[in-house]
């Protein structure tokens, strides 16, 4: 077993080149390369044709790709899908095609100035754009529904975790920066008598109407636009905030969380899905998450004992942590 071992020269090359497969797959996907052969395996200069590409170089570029198994050319030089491929399909259950793109595109970008961020703890991001990551979303249209559709995607795994969880006592769900409401839809279904609030900026609210109608639980929830770090809607039994405290540094998460405690009823609860950050060097995608938040947006993954401070800050206790198989975590907070 151990003659299988990659040697240490052979790993970190390995992982060094693994920016040119990133940026190999986003080509792929941005010209649709998958759609094209859904009927069976078709010459590269076919796809090349439909794709608006040189033939010669889509037929290297896609030979590389089958290297890694992400489509196959078969005795004919005609390439087909593979399992990998069929994931950078539009419209296809469990699509990867818009982490494809968001990956490759303006988190490429971003990820490159990491050294300037490492040196100087600001985000390469504001430095790179010379604009804040979230201004950037809302006046980039294309860019934002891109970001929503990835968001949409990350968390559906873990949506089914989140709806099972006990919601008790619970009428009104707040889901505070709730982007598309596919999290929020997710968990109304599951709860037949819950009803929703979905706060988020306007040009993401004007999407989530859309999913909220397809799910059939649009006549159950209101959909707000705000800033939540000025404010959230009042009366809420519980607030839920999905990867929302991980994109911001402790003093405006705290004061995000406070607006949650000034706003809910009674003894209400407070429910962030985050990752929790785990002691020891085991890989875990919080890790390379937080880079992602250092050149991104100033934010930071977060240990358990550094959401209880935070917590407490903005006047809760940390009263429950339950992991899912996904790797967030649902940390529950109630009123001190």
């Not at 809607?233 to 003093?251: F, M, Q, R, W």
């Not at 002691?279 to 959401?307: A, H, I, S």
């Amino acid at each position: 077993m151990s003659g299988m071992l990659l040697s240490p020269r052979r790993a970190l090359a390995q992982l060094l080149v693994g920016n040119q497969v990133q940026q190999a797959i986003h080509v792929a996907a941005r010209l649709g390369i998958a759609d094209l052969p859904r009927d069976g395996p078709r010459p590269a200069a076919d796809l090349a044709r439909d794709a608006g590409a040189d033939p010669d170089a889509l037929r290297r570029l896609l030979r590389a790709l089958a290297s890694f198994g992400i489509f196959a050319e078969d005795g004919a030089g005609r390439f087909g899908l593979t399992p990998l491929a069929t994931l950078l399909r539009e419209g296809v259950s469990d699509s990867m095609r818009a982490f494809a793109l968001w990956s490759g595109g303006v988190s490429y970008r971003a990820f490159g100035g990491l050294e300037y961020s490492v040196r100087t703890g600001a985000p390469a991001f504001e430095h790179m754009y010379g604009e804040d990551f979230y201004d950037y979303l809302a006046r980039d249209q294309e860019a934002g529904a891109l970001f929503d559709e990835l968001m949409a995607w990350n968390t559906a795994p873990a949506a089914g975790a989140v709806a099972a969880y006990d919601l008790a006592g619970v009428g009104t769900l707040v889901d505070v920066g709730g982007g598309r409401g596919d999290l929020l839809a997710t968990v109304l279904r599951a709860h037949p008598k819950l009803r929703g609030v979905l706060i988020d900026r306007t040009d993401v609210v004007e999407r989530a109407r859309g999913v909220l109608e397809a799910a059939g639980v649009a006549d159950r929830c209101v959909t707000v636009c705000g800033d939540i770090l000025e404010s959230v809607p009042v009366g809420g039994d519980a607030y839920l905030l999905k990867s929302v405290i991980h994109g911001l540094d402790d003093g405006r998460a705290t004061r995000l969380l406070a607006n949650c405690r000034r706003a809910m009823a009674g003894a209400g609860r407070l429910l962030l899905v985050e990752f929790v950050m785990p002691p020891g060097n085991d890989p875990f995608p919080g890790k390379l998450m937080d880079l992602l938040m250092l050149v991104g947006c100033r934010g930071r993954e977060r240990t358990e004992e550094e959401f209880r401070a935070l917590l407490s800050a903005a006047g809760f206790r940390l009263t429950n942590t339950m992991a899912t198989k996904f790797g967030y975590s649902v940390i529950e907070g109630r009123p001190e």
